[in-house]
């Protein structure tokens, strides 16, 4: 797929969901806005009210604006997914959703080859990502892993982030709760 920013997606196939006579718009990943930050955790609440994805607080959000794209159907957005560097040469996908009216268009595809192609500019070498969806990442070149993803070393300085994701990462007995069922994953950029 093309970059991040410019990409159209099957635009006969993805209609809005509140005009559905409406001509379709075309579907286009870009970067995300302060003002997509409320869109963006609307996509998420219901996700995290089931677990799938970690709630954050509101300001949460704002501080990680410069970490999503967006998938924008022009009238509202569908889709949101996020990079977060973790150290030197990993990132972790994070908070990768789909609106429910817009599932198997191929969005979480196109936002996620735009979140690798933003890892490979930013210098990361490995992806990382803590999910239920496995199949659908495998797709995209993860595969589990077992154990940690960093030496002993990164990982006594990563238990210093204050990041509740980073807590998920290091696999934090506190944190289990919130990580039952899921699958860790890593893809080699
Ligand atoms: C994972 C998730 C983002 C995938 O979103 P999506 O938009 O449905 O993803 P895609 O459409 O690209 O791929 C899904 C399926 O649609 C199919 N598909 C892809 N492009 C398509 C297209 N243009 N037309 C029709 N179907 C298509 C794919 O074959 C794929 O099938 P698969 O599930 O067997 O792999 C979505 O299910 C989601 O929001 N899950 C909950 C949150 C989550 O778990 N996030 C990951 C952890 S951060």
């Known amino acids: 797929m093309p970059s991040v920013s410019t990409e159209s997606i099957a635009p006969s196939s993805l209609t809005p969901a509140a005009a559905p006579s409406a001509p379709s718009a075309p579907l286009t990943i870009r970067p995300a806005r302060t003002s997509d930050m409320r869109a963006v955790r609307a996509l998420v609440t219901p996700l995290a009210e089931r677990r799938i994805l970690l709630q954050k607080e509101a300001v949460s959000y704002y501080e990680s604006t410069a970490d999503f794209v967006v998938a924008d159907l022009g009238e509202r957005l569908v889709g949101c997914g996020a990079i977060h560097v973790l150290w030197?040469?990993?990132?972790?996908?994070r908070t990768l959703a789909v609106a429910d009216d817009a599932l198997g268009h191929g969005v979480g595809s196109a936002l996620l080859t735009a979140l690798i192609d933003r890892a490979r500019t930013l210098g990361v070498r490995r992806l990382f990502c803590l999910t239920?969806?496995?199949?659908f990442f495998t797709r995209h070149?993860?595969?589990?892993i077992d154990g940690q993803a960093v030496s002993p070393e990164v990982y006594a300085e990563l238990l210093r982030s204050y990041d509740e994701g980073v807590a998920e990462f290091l696999d934090l007995e506190r944190v289990k709760p919130n990580t039952l069922g899921n699958t860790r994953m890593l893809r080699t950029l």
Not at 88 to 93: I, T
Not at 132 to 135: I, K
């Open 88 to 93: 030197e040469d990993l990132a972790e996908v």
């Open 132 to 135: 239920f969806e496995t199949a």
């Open 141 to 144: 070149g993860f595969a589990p």
